[in-house]
């Protein structure tokens, strides 16, 4: 892992020092730099999550992907700098899927900073995180977007969001570690079979400062922290393609 390479990838300029405010301006600049997408499952190419070949095509090949991509590089680059962290596992519950029938096809972080516990997550798309939160349920968190909470039932915890004064949940997570093979298998899953939403829709988001950019197959949303999103659609595959380039950052070839 270079972080050099890493670093200049998302245009951070600080010291690779394991504190609150590196995991901080990483985790925020990430979501900036690095798209979220599905262009690869979509086309029916394979999705590799071993660590070099996320670097490959994450960093040097400027693409994106999605969250076992984002967060087994996050933390790759967090065990570098010598944070310690611990890969979760959750089930989405983002635009109405049902916790019962979600499998656990998401990928999160727990990350312990100067004798704290965060949650740190890069790789959710439309309604990521765009800094680190406690790792403690029942109070609302502010982030550089929007404000979560992390509420606790019976087993497991879940991640919600306020959107106009309503509390949303995302996903559902559970505190226990996953291994890379727990990950290989939901990967293999969400990568290739047929009821899976990344074979369906194109899926491609980023960050900005006070800004969401989503793009569902042809319809751009730009939102604003605490407006509604202002929406257009997209004509043609040209118009598509300029999007992902000049908003995205993907060159497709």
């Not at 730099?33 to 994450?58: C, M, R, T, W, Y």
């Not at 990950?183 to 990344?198: E, G, M, R």
């Amino acid at each position: 892992m270079n972080l050099e390479d890493y670093f200049s990838r998302i245009h951070y300029n600080g010291a690779a020092a394991a504190s609150l405010n590196t995991l901080r301006e990483l985790h925020f600049l990430h979501t900036q730099h690095i798209p979220f997408e599905n262009l690869s499952p979509l086309a029916g190419a394979p999705v590799s999550i071993e660590l070099p070949d996320i670097v490959q095509k994450l960093v040097h090949d400027k693409r994106g992907g999605y969250c076992f991509e984002h967060n087994h590089l996050f933390k790759a680059v967090l065990e570098e700098i010598g944070f310690k962290v611990t890969g979760w596992s959750g089930r989405v519950l983002w635009n109405g899927q049902l916790a019962h029938l979600a499998p656990r096809t998401h990928m999160l972080l727990r990350v312990e900073v100067e004798g704290r516990e965060y949650i740190a997550d890069v790789g959710f798309g439309s309604m990521t995180l765009t800094s680190p939160i406690l790792f403690q349920p029942d109070i609302a968190q502010s982030t550089p977007h929007e404000t979560f909470r992390i509420m606790q039932t019976d087993g497991h915890y879940v991640l919600e969001v306020q959107i106009r004064n309503v509390w949303v949940p995302v996903y559902m997570f559970y505190a226990e570690e996953q291994l890379l093979i727990d990950y290989k298998l939901a990967n293999w899953y969400v990568s290739t079979h047929p009821d899976s939403i990344f074979r369906k829709d194109l899926m491609v988001a980023r960050t900005g400062a006070g800004v969401r950019y989503v793009l569902v197959n042809n319809v751009l949303s730009v939102r604003h922290t605490g407006k509604d999103a202002e929406k257009r659609e997209l004509k043609d595959e040209a118009e598509v393609n300029a999007v992902l380039r000049e908003i995205f950052g993907i060159e497709r070839k």
